[in-house]
């Protein structure tokens, strides 16, 4: 068997509160990157680097994951069918009550799917080149952190562990 097939079909390895703890992780390590990156380039107060925002969309995806998964969605699916794709899995996320702990507004869904286009894509890894459209930064670190502080708590995982805005 292999270590991903291991992975897949045990589910003591891979656990809501954890997939939601690595989603705070790297949420603190696009925050502490930000912080640090942000004051060096013009213009970056309005667009993170790319490797904030591929912290940034790692973030969003454990999460959500971590909601899909305390709702009973195997792990074999969250990888085979939602990967790392934002959108399926909000869009499943929504259809399993998300939206009853957190009611993301327009431009919230609206900053999700630009970050989807290019996360799901590997253009935060990649060089892909011509022209993109990026999501501005501060509703996409609102709507991550609301995403974390909605679901930390359903799923058991300690508030006081969760991120803060530097």
Do not use: W
Request: with cysteine.
């Amino acid at each position: 068997m292999s270590t991903q097939s291991a992975l897949d079909s045990d589910p003591s390895r891979t656990t809501p509160i954890g997939l939601c703890r690595y989603a705070c992780e790297f949420m603190e390590a696009a925050l502490a990157a930000d912080e640090k990156m942000g004051h060096k380039k013009k213009g970056s107060e309005i667009i993170a680097s790319i490797p904030v925002m591929f912290l940034v969309g790692q973030s969003i995806e454990l999460v959500l994951k971590s909601f899909l998964l305390s709702r009973d969605v195997p792990l074999r699916k969250l990888r085979n069918d939602y990967g790392h794709n934002l959108h399926r899995s909000l869009r499943k996320a929504r259809e399993l009550g998300l939206f009853e702990l957190v009611v993301l507004t327009d431009e919230e869904l609206n900053t999700i799917e630009l970050l989807d286009h290019l996360y799901s894509s590997k253009q935060l890894q990649y060089i892909v080149t011509g022209s993109k459209l990026f999501p501005v930064f501060g509703p996409l670190q609102r709507v991550a952190l609301r995403l974390l502080q909605a679901i930390g708590p359903e799923i058991g995982f300690p508030l006081k562990r969760l991120p803060r805005v530097l």
